[in-house]
């Protein structure tokens, strides 16, 4: 499961959004926000299930296919536009804005270009990254979805993210996972050596180690991402945010599968460190600094060392609501339980006459 595609057909009409400008007239645009960004209805026109839809709508993707020379690349258009309106702001960027975003002819292009710019060094030139980023994600269909998806989550769970321009060009978190798609690719094409190196590069300059081999899905958010570790043998279902810190890791020097697998919509906390060949179910929380050894139910939420089940989710993908902490009703008859216990437990002491 390194990634889920939509159909050849319906992702090849959707690869043709990509040169048309989107006016403020066009219907799928609400309005200006309070930033003076445009607020697109991307639900309407790209099957972006990062906003909170747990599946895309088959018929709104083939309505989508059907209008697909007519409706422009809706994240494109925005970060095009957002580049656009940051340079007049910011005079001083505006060659930077220009040379990373407004000179390419599409996301992927620019996402190369950004990409080999951070990891390049004085012996892998950008130039030659920017080759084997643009070659893989312009042939790959799946990256090609997956890097949309992705930025929207940025966009819709990160309450700091400004806009999807600021996402592409600054978010780590983002750099780090798109170039562990492209490595994972060269991986699989045999390419370990090079894989291998750009996931050193990426270890070096973002501070996030995935392994090439690491299968993850789509719609993924690496929050602030610094310290993030994901072993060889890990599986990360779709639409999963992970904050700071979390290793995904094994239990010592066994060979095999041996790394965790994270079910779609789970919402793993802050250098939370799960281990071994084990389950996070589906739409799980795992709550910051706990240490997961055991599987862990669907739609449970845990906490602890050793982590154990203290209440169960409301949400069906607690990924995208991004709530850390249960309900404070919920710790309230946590705490009115522990407190009739105890209470329970003296009087039982005093009937039986110990001290």
Not at 111 to 121: C, T, Y
Not at 138 to 153: E, F, G, K, P, Y
Not at 154 to 159: F, L, N, Q, S, V
Not at 191 to 214: N, T
């Amino acid at each position: 499961m390194a990634c889920s595609c939509l159909s050849d057909d319906t992702w090849f009409a959707l690869s043709q959004m990509r040169t048309t400008t989107v006016q403020v007239e066009d219907p799928q645009i609400i309005g200006p926000n309070s930033a003076g960004m445009p607020e697109y209805r991307l639900e309407k026109v790209f099957p972006v299930y990062a906003v909170g839809v747990s599946e895309p709508d088959p018929n709104l993707i083939v309505s989508v296919a059907n209008t697909a020379s007519t409706l422009g690349d809706p994240i494109w258009d925005a970060v095009k536009l957002e580049a656009k309106l940051e340079a007049e702001k910011e005079p001083i960027l505006s060659s930077f804005l220009y040379a990373s975003i407004l000179t390419h002819d599409c996301l992927e292009r620019a996402l190369s270009f950004v990409l080999s710019n951070r990891l390049q060094n004085p012996t892998l030139l950008a130039t030659q990254l920017m080759d084997i980023f643009s070659d893989v994600i312009m042939h790959n269909r799946c990256i090609q979805c997956s890097i949309r998806l992705d930025l929207q989550a940025c966009k819709d769970r990160d309450p700091s993210c400004l806009s999807y321009c600021s996402s592409l060009l600054y978010l780590k978190g983002y750099h780090a996972l798109q170039t562990h798609r492209v490595a994972h690719t060269l991986w699989n094409q045999g390419r370990k050596v090079l894989a291998l190196a750009l996931q050193s590069r990426v270890s070096e300059v973002f501070g996030v180690d995935i392994h090439p081999a690491a299968q993850i899905g789509e719609g993924i958010l690496l929050d602030h991402a610094t310290g993030v570790v994901i072993g060889e043998t890990a599986v990360i279902g779709n639409r999963v945010s992970l904050m700071q810190g979390v290793t995904l890791g094994g239990t010592g020097k066994e060979i095999g599968d041996r790394h965790p697998k994270i079910g779609q919509g789970a919402l793993i906390g802050a250098s939370a460190t799960i281990l071994g060949n084990i389950k996070i179910g589906e739409g799980a929380m795992v709550g910051a600094g706990s240490l997961v050894m055991k599987d862990v139910p669907p739609h449970s939420m845990v906490t602890g060392i050793p982590a154990k089940v203290i209440g169960y989710v409301d949400d069906q993908d607690p990924s995208l609501t991004m709530k850390h902490d249960a309900s404070k009703e919920f710790f309230k008859q946590v705490a009115i339980s522990c407190k009739e216990a105890r209470s329970n437990g003296a009087v039982a002491s005093k009937d039986d006459g110990s001290t």
